[in-house]
């Protein structure tokens, strides 16, 4: 059972909007900045979203990340067949003393 | 550009001890937290720990208490893990990764290595 909750998986069709979700509390979300990475199988996963809602340069202006009390989103505008892939939220929880990780929701592209 | 070279995949024996490392490049090696991740087959990321490179200080999770050591070797800017008692759970692929600055223990990582596949089975 992860710290952080988001939905399994997502799916769309491509050009379309997906939007992941992700649930903390007050000692984690609430407190501390939160990352979404892109995770590829075999791959290392890729930051694309750090500080809630700021972009590494090269990720396309199609990722975006938001953050509201204890929550957190990440929408893929434009959805394109190589968006699919594992995307995990993560912060810092304070009372645990660590990284947390959501999940992990899987997108696919129909 | 930030790089990090983990160490090649292995098979291990149950009961015995792991260790794997992972070196960097690209950035000043005593400026940062470096982590250690775990993904096991079909399961989502989990964060093992810290160490601080410049001191040697650690945070553990608690699922890996007693169980993991990370060391961090400023002369040849490698970060070590060590897991012990390991059991068929521990297979899993091991990722390093960067964290904030020192003293900004909150940010999440950022770079991250490509990761290591170990399989314990006997």
């Known amino acids: 059972q992860s710290v952080l909750t988001q939905p399994p998986s997502a799916s769309g069709t491509p050009g379309q909007r997906v939007t992941i979700s992700c649930s903390g509390s007050s000692s984690n979300i609430g407190t501390n900045y939160v990352y979404w990475y892109q995770h590829l199988p075999g791959t290392a996963p890729k930051v694309l979203i750090y500080?809630?809602?700021q972009r590494p340069s090269g990720v396309p202006d199609r990722f975006s990340g938001s953050k509201s009390g204890t929550s957190a989103s990440l929408a893929i505008s434009e959805l394109r067949s190589e968006d699919e892939a594992e995307y995990y939220c993560a912060t810092w929880d304070d009372s645990l003393r660590g990284q947390v990780f959501g999940g992990g929701t899987k997108v696919a592209v129909l | 550009e930030v790089q990090l070279v983990r160490s090649g995949p292995g098979v291990k024996k149950p009961g015995t001890t792991l260790k794997i490392f992972c070196k960097v490049s690209?950035?000043?090696?005593?400026?940062?937290?470096m982590h250690w991740v775990q993904q096991a087959p079909g399961k989502g990321l989990e964060w093992m720990g810290l160490v601080d490179p410049d001191d040697g200080e650690t945070i553990y999770a608690d699922k890996f208490q007693g169980r993991v050591t990370m060391t961090a070797d400023t002369s040849t800017d490698t970060v070590y893990m060590e897991l012990s008692s390991l059991t068929s759970e521990d297979t899993a692929v091991y990722y390093c990764a960067r964290g904030g600055r020192l003293g900004d223990l909150s940010s999440p990582v950022d770079y991250w290595g490509q990761g290591t596949l170990v399989i314990v089975s006997s």
């Open positions: 500080r809630n809602n």
């Open positions: 690209g950035f000043n090696f005593t400026d940062y937290y």
